[in-house]
């Protein structure tokens, strides 16, 4: 389990860096026959290391047990013209350097409720990494049509730069209504561009 983990990162390194390495091994297979069979630009790796407030644990950790095998996969699946989106719910800002330089290429879900913010990511890091999502999960749950408007055209904006594509800033739930959704959906075909 996680505490377990967390735990055995101070306790038992050589536990955990053999747990990683056999685990990214088998990312890699799965990685690279989904990529192959189904001829795909791009591959996802999720991997929640933080949560509204930081890091689970400190960068460093995530640097000495963490970054290694995430740049192993990187350097796989680019070998087969594949891009590379990390997701990660939660506060990550502290690791964005360390996923530029294991060769991740957009970063997703940017949660809005853990104060990221896709304008000033885009302002440190935008020709490094592109971004996905950042649209409010509370405003669409909530929010008046008015101030889903606001909402979507501050990110309508910030895409017009390019490097963003617009999405919420975490899972759909069943708090959002439908209608609320569909708006958003309708707002972005209706106002944006390709």
């Known amino acids: 389990g996680m505490n377990n983990l967390l735990i055995d990162m101070k306790l038992d390194s ?3 860096h053999a747990l990683a390495a056999r685990v990214t091994g088998y990312m890699i297979e799965v990685g690279i026959t989904q990529i192959e069979k189904y001829n795909l630009p791009g ?23 963490i970054f290694p095998f995430l ?17 990660s719910d939660g ?21 809005a409720r853990a104060g990221l913010d896709v304008q000033e ?3 440190k890091y935008g020709d490094k990494l592109a971004f ?29 730069e390019g490097g963003y594509i617009i999405g919420s800033s975490h899972s759909i739930g069943i708090d959002v209504p439908l209608e ?7 707002f972005i075909h209706e106002n944006g561009t390709l």
């Not at 800002?93 to 940017?110: C, N």
């Not at 609320?180 to 309708?186: A, K, S």
Request: glycine share 6%.
């Open 91 to 111: 506060d990550c800002r502290s690791i964005i350097p360390m996923l530029i330089e294991a060769g991740v290429d957009a970063l997703q879900p940017l949660e």
């Open 14 to 16: 050589g536990f955990v």
């Open 180 to 186: 609320h959704y569909l708006f958003m959906v309708n």
């Open 132 to 160: 996905i999502g950042n649209v409010d999960i509370k405003i669409l749950t909530k929010g008046l049509k008015k101030k889903i408007c606001s909402e979507l055209k501050r990110k309508l904006d910030i895409a017009k």
């Open 71 to 87: 740049q192993k996969m990187c350097v796989q699946f680019k070998k087969l013209g594949a891009k590379v989106v990390y997701h």
């Open 121 to 123: 990511l885009k302002e």
């Open 43 to 65: 591959i996802w790796i999720a991997d929640d290391v933080s949560y509204e407030k930081g890091m689970f644990f400190s960068p460093e950790l995530y640097y000495e047990f």
